[in-house]
């Protein structure tokens, strides 16, 4: 049974910083893309970032470009999300999800996490 599980998350004063990893088991990330995806209240599911499972490219969205990074550990089965400077817009349920594709298209992931909640305010 697949499973991927996000930690992490929590309340952060903006400006500050988090560092958000999704750990799969019955998986081996190794041969996956990943992809970290967010939704805030009343809002759709949107890209954040993705990693390519062979070369390790990594792409991100316009309004998290330079702040965030994606990286994984291969030996963990782990991939992580650095947040900073994040600020008050960046408040969400995280979560991470892989697919066989290189894609930014919810639709083209198969499996999921819970999320994490991230909180940024002062």
Known sequence: QVQLVESGGGLVQPGGSLRLSCA??????SNCNVGWFRQAPGKEREFVARIHWASSTTDYANSVKGRFTVSRDNAKNTVYLQMNNLKPEDTAVYYCAASSMFTWTTS???YWGQGTQVTVSS
């Open 108 to 110: 083209r992931y198969d």
């Open 24 to 29: 799969a088991s019955g998986l081996t990330f």
